[in-house]
Antibody
Framework: EVQLVESGGGLVQPGGSLRLSCAAS????????MNWVRQAPGKGLEWVSY????????YYADSVEGRFTISRDNAKNSLYLLMNSLRGEDTAVYYC???????????????WGQGTLVTVSS | EIVLTQSPGTLSLSPGERATLSCWAS???????LAWYQQKPGQAPRLLIY???NRATGIPDRFSGSGSGTDFTLTISRLEPEDFAVYFC????????FGQGARLEI
């Protein structure tokens, strides 16, 4: 069974940093592009970042470019999101979501993890 | 940026009825690069449709997608109680954007 389990969320002050992790199992992690997608409380979905299987292609939403860094460790079947200079509008549930095999751009997302809540507040 | 607008915002129907949800794009979505997701309270979204009309693995055939260019539709032929949820469309033809969501309620 394909599983994605996020961790690392919590309460952080504005301007602070946080690192999210996503542990993958049940599939060949090193073959798939991966994404982070977020959802502010009671709001819609916003794609955050994408990384290709070999980390050669990386993309960010304009809203996080320069503040967030996506990375992966294929030996550990893990995806990461380092978030710096956090703002109140970054408060959201952050989902890890699998992309496609053999592609270098984000497409559709399947499956998704259960999400981890990041709250940015003083 | 391609803006996706979903309508109606809320659709009230009964089990057994047919549901039609629309997703309108501000620009043409290349290669029918459109997906649909279902989200229930407290759960992550689940992929239903990709490529505008292809059902994802394990999705019942009462769910169908259609459309191209700027107009896309998700149809649920006969509503089951578990289908009442929020539905999002997403385009991946030019970066990634989502619609604002549409609530399907009993």
């Amino acid at each position: 069974e394909v599983q994605l389990v996020e961790s690392g969320g919590g309460l952080v002050q504005p301007g602070g940093s946080l690192r999210l992790s996503c542990a993958a199992s049940g599939f060949t992690f090193s073959s798939y592009g991966m994404n982070w997608v977020r959802q502010a409380p009671g709001k819609g979905l916003e794609w955050v970042s994408y990384i290709s299987s070999g980390s050669t292609s990386i993309y960010y939403a304009d809203s996080v470019e320069g503040r967030f860094t996506i990375s992966r460790d294929n030996a550990k079947n893990s995806l990461y999101l380092l978030m710096n200079s956090l703002r109140g509008e970054d408060t959201a549930v952050y989902y890890c979501a699998r992309g496609l095999m053999g592609r270098f751009t984000p497409n559709w997302f399947d499956p998704w993890g259960q999400g981890t809540l990041v709250t940015v507040s003083s | 940026e391609i803006v996706l607008t979903q309508s109606p915002g809320t659709l009230s129907l009964s089990p057994g009825e047919r549901a039609t949800l629309s997703c309108w794009a501000s620009q043409s979505v290349s290669s029918s690069s459109l997906a649909w997701y279902q989200q229930k309270p407290g759960q992550a979204p689940r992929l239903l449709i990709y490529g505008a009309s292809n059902r994802a693995t394990g999705i019942p055939d009462r769910f169908s997608g259609s459309g191209s260019g700027t107009d896309f539709t998700l149809t649920i032929s006969r509503l089951e109680p578990e289908d009442f949820a929020v539905y999002f469309c997403q385009q991946y033809g030019s970066s990634i954007t989502f619609g604002q969501g549409a609530r399907l309620e009993i």
